[in-house]
């Protein structure tokens, strides 16, 4: 039930992180639908599926906080997650991300199975993904109601970085399959011309909305400038690049599925790690890196590496934050438990700390 597209997939050389870099951006977290849109997408939806799925069937409005719409296909006493990419760019990179997922489960990483996969568009303006769907939660929300210690799965986390670190990649950046010879492949031959993407066009941003001040961003470009030499690797690994406790599904036994690999690049050893210091305090990344030491070896340079990405990471969390009006709420939501005002402050702490970091080689332990 496999109908993808033979036209290559959308280009994204031109970005760094699609959320915030695509050319509508924001479009899938600042979202507001009519009720005439919300049944015109239903609509497409169920044209594109009958061509995978005999009627009848049954097509319900999903749960999730990505970027894309979601919903549930029960079929055949059979329950299937459905996602839905509807921006106006005509995006079709669920098509590589449905190839990352088969990679991913012949190296025994816990990921869902693609069922079908349409981004040709010609049925319905959007691209419609068929997906496992699991009966449980993802671990942030269950550890916000069950407050089990996160401790020992921070460290299965840990291991399965390293495991697909594993899986053969060629070149940087954002991928896409070779028609050639159906690997899966970066854009940029070189990884410092991924990395620095759109990077002044962050800080920019940053200050234009006054974030930070003319001072930290400069102290910040220099950090960058003066570990360039970091940036020098030869050799991809895959990197999810959303990973965070939202993006994994299981429960307080055990991780079932690491999702939304949609943003997955070739990049460096240290990036997924950095993003768990994104979210989470030294104690949880302590045992990650324990589990991941556990398959390979850390690099020797990797405390700088760590911070240079954690940096890199936090300039993009906070340009995604600002752009989403997550600052501006005054709920709770997946990201943070209190007010935007407290997501604020500890987002600003995060990047001065990563910027100490990276140009004192500061301990891990700062964090």
Request: charge should be neutral; charged fraction near 25%; hydrophobic fraction near 40%.
């Amino acid at each position: 039930m496999d109908k993808t597209s033979h036209r290559s997939v959308s280009d994204r050389r031109s970005i760094y992180y699609w959320k915030c870099d695509r050319p509508q951006a924001f479009h899938g977290v600042l979202r507001v639908t009519t009720a005439e849109e919300d049944a015109a997408l239903l609509k497409g939806v169920r044209q594109i599926l009958k061509n995978a799925f005999s009627e009848p069937f049954e097509l319900l409005p999903g749960v999730g906080e990505g970027t894309h719409r979601t919903f549930q296909l029960h079929h055949q006493e059979k329950t299937y997650f459905v996602r839905v990419e509807d921006g106006p760019e005509g995006d079709t990179h669920l098509e590589t991300e449905s190839h990352i997922l088969r990679a991913l489960s012949k190296i025994n990483i816990p990921v869902p199975h693609v069922y079908f996969c349409d981004v040709s568009r010609k049925e319905a303006p959007f691209s419609v993904q068929v997906i496992t769907h699991y009966p449980t939660s993802d671990l942030n929300r269950l550890y916000r109601k069950e407050k089990f210690s996160l401790l020992p799965i921070a460290e299965d986390i840990g291991n399965f970085v390293a495991r697909w670190q594993a899986l053969p990649l060629a070149n940087f950046g954002p991928l896409e399959k070779s028609e050639i010879d159906k690997t899966l492949r970066g854009f940029h031959p070189c990884y410092a011309d991924y990395f620095t993407l759109h990077l002044d066009r962050h800080f920019r941003f940053l200050g234009d909305k006054g974030f930070l001040a003319s001072s930290e961003i400069r102290e910040m470009q220099q950090a960058i400038e003066m570990h360039k030499c970091l940036l020098e690797i030869e050799k991809p690994c895959l990197v999810h690049k959303d990973l965070a406790l939202w993006n994994i599904l299981g429960t307080a036994k055990g991780i079932v599925a690491f999702i939304d690999w949609d943003d997955a690049i070739g990049g460096d050893v240290a990036d997924d790690l950095s993003l768990l210091g994104c979210f989470y305090s030294w104690e949880f990344l302590q045992h990650a890196l324990r589990g991941y030491e556990r398959e390979r070896p850390l690099p020797p340079d990797f405390s700088q590496r760590f911070w240079l990405h954690l940096l890199r990471n936090m300039l993009v969390k906070a340009v995604i934050r600002i752009g989403a009006g997550y600052f501006d709420q005054t709920q709770s939501n997946f990201l943070m438990a209190a007010g935007g005002d407290s997501l604020r402050r500890t987002t600003h702490e995060k990047l001065l700390v990563a910027c100490r970091g990276l140009k004192e080689n500061r301990p891990l332990t700062d964090l």
